[in-house]
C-alpha cells in the first residue's frame, strides 16, 4: 500500500492533516502526547463540503494564554520531547530543518533567526508533527505526489506584496516537476512544500495500482479544491507467477569505490541470501580519479523496499543509494521435477511464445554433481526428462 499525494489543488500544512484525517487518521493520541510534552493543543477535524467533494478541515488551537515557540530550535526542542516513534521524530525534524532553510534563504537571515510570525508557530509545530505521525499511522510503505502548481503572480501578505510562488515556497520547489495555473491565489505554502520535499518518496503523474480510499482535506481559505490523498495498492505481492503476467519492482543502484575486495565480496553474498531480494548485478568498471569502481543493482518487491533498503546500505554503508520503480514482465512458470543422468532434479517448468522449456535449479545442479564426483556441465548438457 502506498500513499498519493494529488497536489493539483494545491498542498498546505493544515489540507495534509484534514486529508490524512479523512483516511481515517486519529489525532487525539498525538494532542495527548503534546500535552504531556508541554504544548496543551487541540487538534479538531470536522466535515467540509466544497465543489471537490466531501472532505475534512483540520483546526488547531493553543488551550492556554500566548503563542509560544516561535523559534525553530523551540519547535525542535519540542519534537525531541514529544513521545513519538523515532521514524515520525526523524521526518518531522527534517520537514522543520527545510522550512527553516527555505525561510532563511527568503530573507536573507541565519537559521537561528528565523521567525515564524505569519501563522504562529503552533500550526507549524503540529502541522509538521501532525504529517510525520500520519503517515505512520497509515501504514504506508512509501508516498508519491503530483507535480506542484505553479501561479506567477503576486499576493499580499505581511512584509507586502511578494511574488507567488513565496520566496520560502520557490526555494522548496526547485528540482520538482510542476505545473502552470491560472489560480489566482497562493496554493502551494512554505510548509506544505516542505512536507512535499520530505515525504515524497517519487513525483509521478498518477498513482498506477488498485486506488482503496480518498481523502480530501481543505485548508483555511475558500479555494474550491482540496488535498487529494490516496490509498493505492499496488500489487506488492507481485504477478501470478504461474499465469505469468505483469508486476512492480523496485531497483536499488549505487556506485560503489569505496569497498576492498573481500567486502564487496560479502556485501554480494549476504544480499544474494536474503529471501526479500530477487536479483543482485555487480557490474565493474571505472570511477572518478580512474578509481576502480562498479554499479549494484538489486532488485525487490516493492512491499520489500524498506527491509531491503535498509540491507543495501548495512552492507555496503554507500552514502548515495538510488531508488526507482520498474515494470517487469513475469513469464509463466512452476515448479517441477526433472530427471537428470539417472536422477531426479528440482526444475522450473516455463513458457515462451507457448512453446514450454524445462530449466534445471543452479544449486539442484550444483548438490547433484557434487554427489556424482563430476562437474556441473556433465549434468547441464545431460538428457533431460520430463
Known amino acids: 500500500m502506498f500513499l498519493y499525494l494529488d ?8 489540507m495534509t492533516l ?7 487518521v486519529d489525532y487525539a493520541p498525538l494532542a495527548a502526547a503534546l500535552a504531556r510534552a508541554g504544548v496543551d493543543c487541540r487538534i479538531d477535524a470536522r466535515g467540509e463540503t466544497r465543489p471537490g467533494g466531501p472532505g475534512q478541515m483540520v483546526a488547531v488551537s493553543w488551550n492556554a494564554e500566548g503563542q509560544p515557540l516561535r523559534h525553530p530550535a523551540d ?26 532553510e527555505a525561510e532563511a534563504h527568503a530573507h536573507q537571515i541565519a537559521p537561528a533567526e528565523v521567525h515564524f510570525h505569519e501563522v504562529g508557530a503552533i500550526d507549524t509545530l503540529v502541522d509538521i508533527l501532525g504529517a510525520a505521525y500520519a503517515v505512520e499511522a497509515l501504514g504506508v510503505s512509501r508516498i508519491c505526489a503530483s507535480p506542484l ?55 509521478v503523474s498518477g498513482p498506477e495500482g488498485v486506488a482503496v480510499a480518498l481523502g480530501t482535506g481543505y485548508g483555511s481559505r475558500p479555494a474550491p479544491a482540496g488535498l487529494r490523498a490516496w490509498l493505492v495498492e499496488d500489487g506488492a505481492g507481485g504477478a501470478d507467477h504461474v499465469l505469468g503476467g505483469r508486476e512492480k519492482v523496485m531497483q536499488f543502484e549505487s556506485h560503489i569505490d569505496h569497498l576492498n575486495g573481500e567486502d564487496l565480496g560479502m556485501a554480494l553474498e549476504a544480499l544474494s541470501a536474503m529471501p526479500e531480494v530477487l536479483d543482485v548485478l555487480w557490474l565493474p568498471g571505472v570511477g572518478k580519479k580512474n578509481r576502480p569502481a562498479g554499479l549494484l543493482r538489486v532488485l525487490c518487491l516493492p512491499g520489500q523496499r524498506d527491509c531491503v533498503e535498509n540491507a543495501v546500505l548495512r552492507h555496503t554503508h554507500t552514502l548515495g543509494l538510488r531508488e526507482q520503480t520498474l515494470d517487469r514482465v513475469v513469464a509463466p512458470r512452476r515448479a517441477v521435477s526433472v530427471d537428470m543422468a539417472g536422477q531426479p532434479l528440482a526444475a ?23 554427489r556424482d564426483g563430476v562437474g556441473v556441465p556433465a549434468l547441464r548438457n545431460a538428457r533431460v526428462k520430463n
Open 149 to 203: 502548481p505553479w501561479f506567477s503572480g503576486t499576493v499580499e501578505c505581511a512584509h507586502g506584496r511578494i511574488p507567488l510562488p513565496a520566496p520560502a515556497t520557490a526555494y522548496l520547489m526547485r528540482g520538482k516537476p510542476v505545473f502552470a495555473t491560472d489560480a489566482r491565489e497562493e496554493l502551494v505554502t512554505p510548509t506544505g512544500a516542505a512536507l512535499v520535499h520530505v515525504l515524497a518518496d517519487q513525483f
Open 75 to 100: 519547535i525542535a526542542a519540542i519534537f525531541e520531547r514529544v513521545e513519538v516513534s523515532p521514524g515520525v521524530r526523524s521526518r518531522a525534524l527534517a520537514a522543520l530543518n527545510a522550512l527553516t
Open 7 to 14: 497536489c493539483s489543488g494545491g498542498i498546505s500544512g493544515d
Open 348 to 370: 522450473k517448468e516455463y513458457s515462451i511464445e507457448g512453446q514450454t522449456y524445462v530449466r534445471p535449479e543452479a544449486e539442484a545442479l550444483k548438490a547433484a554433481a557434487l
Open 18 to 24: 484534514a486529508a490524512l484525517a479523512h483516511l481515517g
